[in-house]
């Protein structure tokens, strides 16, 4: 006796629920890795910024070791990229930076403040962060 095997045809068509568990898991998928890649590029934005810092607090000492006094409150930044006009002029200038240095991440130039406020005793570089608003917590600075 033979034995006659049949085969069940197989199923050529997913169904309307199988396509929309596979949908909704490609989402999930999607979702996940866009919040995970704005997550890096927001801490990226705040290390970055704090590179800056670290390099602005370089140039600004370079400063005060050449001219014996760090930038005014009015000479600002700009110290460190053009020769300031206003007094306390300083007598051996060379630039210390790129304009681009003195611009954060979010498009907005560094603050200086001289005397600082969170550093009395010297200045304060900061940014304000992706808010924009002084004195929050996503405030960027050299305290």
């Given at each position: 006796?033979?034995?006659?095997?049949?085969?069940?045809?197989?199923?050529q068509?997913?169904?309307?629920?199988?396509?929309?568990?596979?949908?909704?898991?490609?989402?999930?998928?999607?979702?996940?890795?866009?919040?995970?890649?704005?997550?890096?590029?927001?801490?990226a934005?705040?290390?970055?910024?704090?590179g800056?810092?670290?390099?602005?607090?370089?140039?600004?000492?370079?400063?005060?070791?050449?001219?014996?006094?760090y930038?005014?409150?009015?000479?600002?930044?700009?110290?460190?990229?053009?020769?300031?006009?206003?007094?306390?002029?300083?007598?051996?200038w060379?630039?210390?930076?790129?304009?681009?240095?003195?611009?954060?991440?979010?498009?907005?130039?560094?603050?200086?403040?001289?005397?600082g406020?969170?550093?009395?005793?010297?200045?304060?570089?900061?940014?304000?962060?992706?808010?924009?608003?002084?004195?929050?917590?996503?405030?960027?600075?050299?305290?």
């Amino acid at each position: 006796m033979k034995h006659i095997r049949t085969h069940h045809s197989a199923r050529q068509a997913f169904t309307l629920l199988e396509m929309m568990v596979v949908l909704l898991i490609i989402a999930l998928i999607i979702g996940s890795v866009a919040v995970m890649v704005q997550g890096i590029e927001g801490n990226a934005q705040t290390v970055t910024t704090g590179g800056k810092i670290k390099a602005l607090e370089t140039a600004l000492t370079s400063y005060k070791i050449a001219n014996l006094t760090y930038p005014t409150q009015q000479q600002g930044l700009e110290a460190l990229v053009t020769r300031p006009t206003a007094e306390p002029r300083p007598r051996r200038w060379s630039a210390q930076v790129k304009a681009d240095a003195l611009v954060d991440p979010w498009g907005r130039k560094l603050a200086y403040r001289n005397p600082g406020k969170h550093n009395p005793g010297g200045y304060d570089v900061f940014s304000l962060g992706a808010d924009g608003v002084e004195n929050t917590e996503d405030d960027i600075g050299n305290w």
